[in-house]
């Protein structure tokens, strides 16, 4: 028996090589280079590498090859949130480059080894000097999450699903301030992670025994044959619910609010946007792609978690007094907002629609808006890190009304309210939703956004209707990194929901699956 | 030993591990059931490979092999830190974050 060597397109895996190549540079900087030069030589790295993959993949727009053998399929839909991801990570990795604001110098412990509290930790924590492996560990992230996007085949994005999960479990553990937080938030996130994927993983076998192949394309033409029945179901399920927890999806949610508070705010930024458009992308390629003959088996489940999260995230969003773990239920409660537009699939004779460019639409104006949320909340500092408890945020309008007016769009943009990003965004998945008959959906959608408002109101009402404490946070100067990140995501939260035209017709142009 | 007998066999295997996640206390504990879930796993994709004269579910139980050995790197270095700090892997005992 011999061996064939796969076919590869080398144009079209450009941006996953840079970003992969990038990230093994990194490695290098980190076990060679000086440590006094370090951190500027790994911050343009992570820039050049993320960079490099957003303009790789904006020069592929357009193509449509399924490559590597079959298992990897550059599509028009796969570019796009290869581009989003590679965007909104160049953004992350800015935040992560802040020194300004913390007065030790960066959000990163210094040696993560030095067990927390300890006499040598205390001494550490105004030693102002900087640890850099969090970069080459997000490129390692971002790599499998763009790899994620572009899986044709349930092995490559089990692999895939890996690569972007471990170096996120390790630097969610990486804050410097309140560790014991950020370790706890660490193991929880680890164990949930590796059960979920387990589960994943016994989904892609019994997917593999019902057809004997785990190409997209060869499931997708044993379920239109009708084989194995039962095995196919099945294992459809445990590959839906091992998506949906990358997905922070309620019932599978549990995580969220947990790691969300305790790693580092500019970890959880990159996380909240990045992780959710790479899982979003894998759900829709493997339920349209793979099952879409199989609609009438996923779609009582996708519509029933999605109700379930809309619901759950926008009910205890209201009772939470964190801002970053309301933002966590705010997650929550999107997630559910997106398994409305999944839902407006067409069928299985037009893999096109409107569910497939709305939902792509949504994930890139979801992730710059909380991206942005989270980088206010990395301003507002009180005497040990980020003052996030909700009392401490009232009358910030007062200390900082610049602070106030970008947090106030941005949770306007989050609440849905016209003429920000987040309206256009849920104006297009309802539309898509109600398109396929999914009325009752959209209605209960709709309900929820009424209650998940309540909340993101509630703090701009507290910031710019209450006196403020006498002991009350300070509000940081950003350095240029967070500047423009602060910039880049309050113009996009407004351009996208003034004049969202030709964003909305480019994911339009670029909702095509092949493969 | 028909192959179904394997595939019953990973089954309960995987079964014990997801129900061992759920009671068992120490993270290292927990961990160890998540890989018993993936090595019965292993079993089932190899078992299919038989059945279905294909030789892909081999190179899969491969794969596996792989990433499980990475995720315990990853996962001991974590729980590893947290027991240093706390001097317990208990999971019940890690209880800052909640509600």
Redesign the interface.
Same mark, same amino acid.
Do not use: H
């Given at each position: 028996m011999s061996i064939e060597a796969p076919d590869l397109s080398l144009a079209a895996l450009l941006p996953l090589l840079f970003v992969f190549g990038a990230a093994c540079v990194g490695v290098l900087v980190e076990a060679f280079g000086p440590r006094e030069s370090r951190h500027p030589v790994q911050v343009g790295v992570a820039l050049v590498g993320t960079l490099g993959g957003l303009v790789t993949t904006l020069l592929l727009a357009g193509t449509g090859e399924v490559t590597a053998g079959g298992a990897l399929a550059v599509d028009g839909a796969a570019v796009f949130l290869q581009a989003t991801i590679a965007g909104l990570a160049a953004l992350s990795v800015l935040m992560f480059a802040e020194r300004n604001l913390d007065p030790a110098r960066s959000a990163f412990v210094v040696s993560?080894?030095v067990?927390?509290? /300890?006499v040598r930790d205390r001494e550490l924590l105004t030693v102002q000097r900087v640890q850099t492996e969090v970069y080459p560990l997000t490129l390692f992230a971002v790599g499998g999450m763009m790899l994620f996007v572009a899986a044709n085949d349930l +092995?490559v994005m089990? %692999?895939a699903l890996?690569v972007l999960s +471990?170096p996120l479990? +390790?630097i969610s553990?990486l804050a410097r301030r309140r @560790?014991? +937080?950020s370790?706890?938030?660490?193991?929880?996130y680890?164990?949930l992670g590796?059960?979920a994927s387990?589960f994943f993983?016994?989904g %892609?076998?019994?997917v593999?025994?019902a057809t004997? /192949? %785990?190409r997209l394309a060869d499931v997708r033409s044993a379920v239109g044959a009708g084989d194995g029945e039962v095995l196919l179901v099945l294992g459809l399920a445990l590959l839906v619910v091992g998506l949906l927890f990358k997905a922070s999806v309620a019932p599978f949610h549990t995580w969220t609010?947990?790691v969300y508070?305790?790693a580092p705010t500019p970890v959880t930024a990159f996380m909240a946007a990045c992780t959710k458009v790479a899982a979003f992308g894998a759900i829709l390629r493997l339920l349209y792609v793979a099952f879409g003959p199989e609609e009438w088996t996923w779609r009582p489940l996708v519509y029933g978690v999605a109700i379930v999260s809309m619901v759950v995230g926008a009910v205890l969003g209201l009772?939470q007094t964190d801002l970053k @773990?309301m933002l966590a239920y705010s997650s929550v409660a999107h997630a559910g907002f997106l398994l409305t537009g999944v839902l407006g699939y067409p069928g299985a004779g037009d893999p096109a629609g409107s569910g497939l460019p709305a939902t792509m639409f949504y994930l890139l104006a979801y992730g710059l808006t909380t991206l942005g949320a989270f980088a206010v909340l990395t301003l507002v500092r009180s005497g040990d890190g980020e003052a996030t408890h909700l009392s401490q945020w009232a009358g910030l309008a007062q200390r900082s009304p610049l602070t106030a007016a970008v947090m106030s769009l941005f949770l306007l943009a989050l609440a849905g309210i016209p003429l920000t990003s987040g309206f256009t965004g849920k104006f297009a998945v309802f539309r898509a939703a109600i398109e396929n008959g999914a009325w009752p959906l959209a209605l209960v959608a709709l309900l929820a956004s009424a209650v998940a408002a309540f909340f993101y109101l509630r703090v701009i009402v507290l910031m710019y209707f209450s006196e403020p404490a006498a002991d009350g946070p300070t509000v940081g100067v950003p350095g240029l990194p967070t500047t423009i990140v602060l910039a880049v995501t309050a113009a996009a939260t407004l351009v996208l929901g003034v004049v969202p035209g030709s964003v909305l017709a480019l994911a339009d142009q670029a909702a095509i699956f092949v493969g | 030993m028909t192959l179904t007998h394997y !595939?019953v066999l990973a089954a309960i295997l995987?079964t014990i591990?997801?129900v061992g996640?759920l009671v068992r206390r120490n993270?290292i504990v *927990?961990?160890m059931c998540?890989e018993l879930?993936?090595n019965? *796993?292993n079993l089932?994709?190899v078992?299919?490979a038989r059945?279905?004269?294909?030789i892909?579910?081999q190179i899969?139980a491969f794969?596996?092999m792989v *990433?499980a050995a990475?995720?315990v790197v990853?996962?001991l270095?974590?729980?590893m830190?947290?027991y240093?700090?706390?001097r317990s892997a208990s *999971?019940d005992d890690?209880n !800052?974050?909640?509600?």
């Open positions: 993560a080894a067990p927390a509290g /300890s +092995l089990f %692999v890996e +471990l479990y +390790l553990g @560790r014991l +937080l370790q706890e938030a660490a193991v929880k680890f164990l590796a059960f387990a993983l016994y %892609v076998a019994l593999y025994g004997g /192949s %785990v609010p947990d508070q305790g009772t @773990r | !595939l995987f591990g997801a996640v993270a *927990v961990f998540v879930m993936l019965s *796993v089932t994709l078992t299919f059945a279905t004269g294909t892909d579910g899969m794969f596996v *990433v990475a995720e990853v996962g270095a974590i729980i830190s947290i240093r700090t706390r *999971v890690a !800052l974050l909640k509600y």
